[in-house]
């Protein structure tokens, strides 16, 4: 108790001090995972794009093309971080919301269209080892997202670190396309794990237009 019998002043300043700095160090760290999240998906459109070729591979193709449309989910949240407006946070998810559109209607297409052909896709040693790097990366940095998020209480951060979750699955998933096509020639596995993608964009697609109404 202060000299006429209220709080001490001092300790409330030093309190809110203290809450301020932490507040501060855990925005650090939603920034570290954001930009470590941007430089991966960077990476990995370079490293998709090669295997993807190579190989003439739709899953993995798809992958590098949700690899961008993370880069751009990463951008709305450093945005946000740093206290960018609403209205601007509003207009990009609308364009990522686009950009999922055009890509599952992208591997829709594709995906259908090698089924139909029958259509064997090559083996493809480094986009097995990068998909299960990517894997386990994803979903350390989710965990990450996910605690700083409730730390922070903010549920953009929150929202982004299930996406980067989703996007770990998706890797688990084409890892899985392609390592079956590669031991047991299921030549199929390729575009089936397309059509995971597909829904997965759908699904996007769904939830970022439902935030508008």
Known sequence: ???????????????????????????????????ATLGWNVAGIV????AAISARSVALAGFGLDSLIEIAASTVVIWELAGTGEHRQRWALRLIGYAFTGLAGYLLVQSTAVLASGYHSQHSLLGIIWTAVTAGTMFFLAAGKARTGRALDNPVL??????TLIDGILAV????????????CWWWADPVAGYVLVYYAAR??????????
């Not at 019998?5 to 920034?31: H, I, K, Y």
């Not at 490293?47 to 090669?50: F, H, N, Q, S």
């Not at 929150?158 to 996406?163: K, S, W």
């Not at 390592?179 to 047991?184: G, H, I, R, S």
């Open 1 to 35: 108790m202060g000299l006429a019998g209220g709080p001490w002043p001092l300790a409330d300043s030093t309190v809110a001090l203290v809450d301020e700095s932490a507040r501060q160090a855990l925005l650090r760290r939603g920034f570290a995972l954001e930009y």
């Open 47 to 50: 490293v998709l794009a090669i």
């Open 158 to 163: 929150r929202t982004e670190g299930r996406v």
């Open 173 to 184: 998933a084409v890892l899985l396309g392609l390592v079956l096509n590669a031991a047991l």
């Open 204 to 213: 996007e697609v769904r939830d970022i237009f439902s935030l508008g109404h």
